[in-house]
């Protein structure tokens, strides 16, 4: 809580000053038996001149405890405080009763813009497992850093055009025989992929050459090749606007197509070579020497002509600073262009654009599947509507086992909630950058680090409130001091972190942080259910108190759900 933080640093402050020293600088321990705020006497090793540990040590002698402190230790280099728990209760269940749903927001980011880009799929294939993390990752952050008080604009860019998407359009001119989707009863964007495979599968010298030729055509605006190129993408299009749908992503700010974007980069590129920023290869090729910022020379427009990737980046992130005028972008792409965005964002600088400073590559890690890597020209990946479908029929299972009599209606909208949130926070519970694997079947267990079992934590302590209201005189009003065993004050320990949870997420740029920390609520919840009666408790202060602690719980657990962009259920 702020008011414990700031009244620690007030006390350290009487002691030694104040140089160097304020309420970002208290953590919390990883460990509640080493009490529940702590203070690392390392910044204070170089202006007192001594040890952290001596400096720990000599504070634990000075600062006394109060009617806040309960307790002061030095822990090695750490000074560490233990509150007065029941003062402490008061005032973390007030303070969630009083901001509802905003609990854990923040107007840190108040006036600031942020403009963060994803999925940024391609029009040759259907979006798979890993367009999965990167939506699951690219809304979670999108939702939190909404919640600290930033402007998000939500922007999506379409690779629509390049070498790929010949490939899928050559594989369809030569092979496709005039079927449709419709023709063929499949959803559109896996069509449209299939053709994609079938160019890898048949792929030979000549096969390639022929691709090239088509990019060139292109480029060139051939009428027969751009009327392919309008018809395979509005397929790959609809498709994907059926699976943004299902996934819970509502309407971007602005889409970007690299098809409309290419030709400003070009443009980009050129007037750097007038400036002497950029050079010309002997085959023509014009390339950018950034061995001095240790990233070799790159090439930004090849020698027949055709653009790559990075051209068309730096006009669309000119574009998009002139529209939003924001304060940071934010590209959510995997580490595989971790190179690319160290290019993009350098010569970007060498262009004279100061607002680069503010672009950042939100990188993550690859998902797997138990059996290995995916691989889409060897149509090896999971379809995202596959997987879906696959953990929606698991969660009907599941739902059946507890719920016979439950409705068609009724079990169709609980397998949906339940299997995005099994994959969204399973997707989430890890660190971003982290490599991963995917489990279907451990993803959707209502046991475990799992996203059921956290929805099911929030649908119990529902339930208990629904049956409380119907049994007893509920009163949220409660005096919360009488809530001092050790299940209740390590639940309303976890419950006081969301909000600091939440920051270090957002500064971060870590949606985990908040997967973990509402794995921790949920099993703290669950201890403290199963320690501490609530309805049955005959002493009606506890009794109610207890209830306002299950409420809180409640709130806490639906606020970190949405943040993540997963639907808490009222009843699972």
């Given at each position: 809580?702020d008011?414990?933080?700031?009244?620690?640093?007030?006390?350290?402050?009487?002691?030694?000053?104040?140089?160097?020293?304020?309420?970002?600088?208290?953590?919390?321990?990883?460990?509640?038996?080493?009490?529940?705020?702590?203070?690392?006497?390392?910044?204070?090793?170089?202006?007192?001149?001594?040890?952290?540990?001596?400096?720990?040590?000599?504070?634990?002698?000075?600062?006394?405890?109060?009617?806040?402190?309960?307790?002061?230790?030095?822990?090695?280099?750490?000074?560490?405080?233990?509150?007065?728990?029941?003062l402490?209760?008061?005032?973390?269940?007030?303070?969630?009763?009083?901001?509802?749903?905003?609990?854990?927001?923040?107007?840190?980011?108040?006036?600031?813009?942020?403009?963060?880009?994803?999925?940024?799929?391609?029009?040759?294939?259907?979006?798979?497992?890993?367009?999965?993390?990167?939506?699951a990752?690219?809304?979670?952050?999108?939702?939190?850093?909404?919640s600290?008080?930033?402007?998000?604009?939500?922007?999506?860019?379409?690779?629509?055009?390049?070498?790929?998407?010949?490939?899928?359009?050559?594989?369809?001119?030569?092979?496709?025989?005039?079927?449709?989707?419709?023709?063929?009863?499949?959803?559109?964007?896996?069509?449209?992929?299939?053709?994609?495979?079938?160019?890898?599968?048949?792929a030979?010298?000549?096969?390639?050459?022929?691709?090239?030729?088509?990019?060139?055509?292109?480029?060139?605006?051939?009428?027969e090749?751009?009327?392919?190129?309008?018809?395979?993408?509005t397929?790959?299009?609809?498709?994907?606007?059926?699976?943004?749908?299902r996934?819970?992503?509502?309407?971007?700010?602005?889409?970007?197509?690299?098809?409309?974007?290419?030709?400003?980069?070009?443009?980009?590129?050129?007037?750097?070579?007038?400036?002497?920023?950029?050079?010309?290869?002997?085959?023509?090729?014009?390339?950018?020497?950034?061995?001095?910022?240790?990233?070799?020379?790159?090439?930004?427009?090849?020698?027949?002509?055709?653009?790559?990737?990075?051209?068309?980046?730096?006009?669309?992130?000119?574009?998009?600073?002139?529209?939003?005028?924001?304060?940071?972008?934010?590209?959510?792409?995997?580490?595989?262009?971790?190179?690319?965005?160290?290019?993009?964002?350098?010569?970007?600088?060498?262009?004279?654009?100061?607002?680069?400073?503010?672009?950042?590559?939100?990188?993550?890690?690859?998902?797997?599947?138990?059996?290995?890597?995916?691989?889409?020209?060897?149509?090896?990946?999971?379809?995202?509507?596959?997987?879906?479908?696959?953990?929606?029929?698991?969660?009907?299972?599941?739902?059946?086992?507890?719920?016979?009599?439950?409705?068609?209606?009724?079990?169709?909208?609980?397998?949906?909630?339940?299997?995005?949130?099994?994959?969204?926070?399973?997707?989430?519970?890890?660190?971003?950058?982290?490599d991963?694997?995917?489990?279907?079947?451990?993803?959707?267990?209502?046991?475990?680090?799992?996203?059921?079992?956290?929805?099911?934590?929030?649908?119990?302590?529902?339930?208990?409130?629904?049956?409380?209201?119907?049994?007893?005189?509920?009163?949220f009003?409660?005096?919360?001091s009488?809530?001092?065993?050790?299940?209740?004050?390590?639940?309303?320990?976890?419950?006081?972190?969301?909000?600091?949870?939440?920051?270090?997420?957002?500064?971060?740029?870590?949606?985990?942080?908040?997967a973990?920390?509402?794995?921790?609520?949920?099993?703290?919840?669950?201890?403290?259910?199963?320690?501490?009666?609530?309805?049955?408790?005959?002493?009606?202060?506890?009794?109610?108190?207890?209830?306002?602690?299950?409420?809180?719980?409640?709130?806490?657990?639906?606020?970190?759900?949405?943040?993540?962009?997963?639907?808490?259920?009222?009843?699972?």
């Amino acid at each position: 809580m702020d008011d414990f933080k700031l009244h620690i640093i007030e006390k350290i402050v009487d002691e030694i000053g104040s140089e160097g020293i304020d309420e970002s600088i208290i953590e919390v321990p990883p460990d509640p038996l080493l009490g529940d705020y702590a203070f690392p006497c390392f910044v204070l090793s170089k202006r007192l001149k001594k040890a952290p540990a001596q400096i720990a040590e000599y504070l634990t002698g000075k600062i006394k405890p109060d009617e806040m402190i309960a307790e002061v230790k030095s822990f090695g280099p750490y000074l560490n405080f233990f509150v007065n728990k029941a003062l402490m209760a008061g005032n973390v269940l007030e303070e969630i009763k009083k901001a509802g749903n905003k609990y854990g927001h923040s107007g840190k980011g108040d006036g600031k813009t942020i403009v963060i880009e994803y999925p940024g799929p391609n029009t040759n294939k259907p979006l798979h497992l890993g367009h999965m993390r990167n939506m699951a990752l690219g809304l979670s952050m999108s939702n939190i850093l909404k919640s600290q008080g930033y402007e998000v604009k939500i922007v999506n860019i379409n690779n629509d055009r390049g070498i790929h998407i010949c490939k899928s359009m050559l594989a369809y001119k030569k092979w496709g025989m005039g079927k449709t989707p419709e023709s063929e009863e499949r959803k559109s964007d896996h069509f449209v992929g299939d053709y994609y495979v079938m160019f890898s599968k048949k792929a030979d010298e000549a096969l390639e050459q022929e691709s090239k030729e088509m990019l060139l055509k292109w480029e060139k605006g051939d009428k027969e090749i751009r009327e392919l190129w309008q018809k395979m993408n509005t397929w790959a299009f609809s498709g994907f606007k059926q699976t943004y749908k299902r996934f819970g992503l509502s309407e971007f700010d602005k889409e970007y197509y690299e098809s409309e974007t290419y030709e400003g980069g070009k443009k980009m590129v050129m007037g750097g070579l007038k400036k002497g920023l950029f050079k010309k290869n002997d085959d023509g090729a014009v390339i950018v020497d950034l061995e001095k910022e240790g990233l070799g020379e790159k090439v930004l427009l090849r020698s027949d002509g055709t653009s790559v990737y990075v051209t068309q980046d730096l006009y669309t992130a000119q574009l998009r600073h002139e529209e939003f005028n924001f304060d940071k972008m934010i590209y959510v792409v995997a580490t595989e262009q971790n190179y690319h965005f160290k290019v993009l964002f350098t010569i970007l600088e060498k262009l004279g654009h100061r607002w680069s400073e503010g672009c950042h590559h939100f990188a993550y890690g690859m998902v797997h599947l138990p059996e290995g890597r995916m691989k889409s020209r060897e149509g090896t990946v999971v379809d995202a509507d596959d997987l879906i479908e696959e953990l929606e029929n698991l969660a009907a299972e599941e739902i059946k086992k507890r719920h016979i009599t439950l409705s068609e209606e009724e079990t169709a909208n609980r397998k949906r909630m339940i299997s995005l949130g099994a994959i969204k926070f399973f997707l989430l519970k890890g660190d971003a950058i982290k490599d991963m694997t995917f489990n279907p079947e451990e993803s959707i267990s209502f046991e475990g680090d799992t996203g059921p079992y956290v929805q099911y934590t929030h649908a119990r302590a529902c339930s208990i409130l629904r049956k409380a209201e119907q049994e007893i005189d509920v009163h949220f009003d409660a005096d919360a001091s009488s809530l001092k065993k050790k299940s209740e004050t390590a639940l309303i320990h976890e419950l006081s972190l969301l909000p600091t949870k939440t920051a270090d997420a957002c500064e971060m740029y870590r949606p985990h942080i908040i997967a973990q920390s509402l794995l921790s609520i949920s099993r703290s919840f669950n201890e403290f259910y199963h320690a501490c009666p609530c309805i049955q408790e005959k002493d009606e202060k506890l009794r109610n108190a207890r209830l306002l602690l299950i409420d809180c719980t409640r709130q806490a657990l639906a606020n970190g759900l949405a943040m993540l962009g997963i639907d808490a259920l009222e009843k699972m």
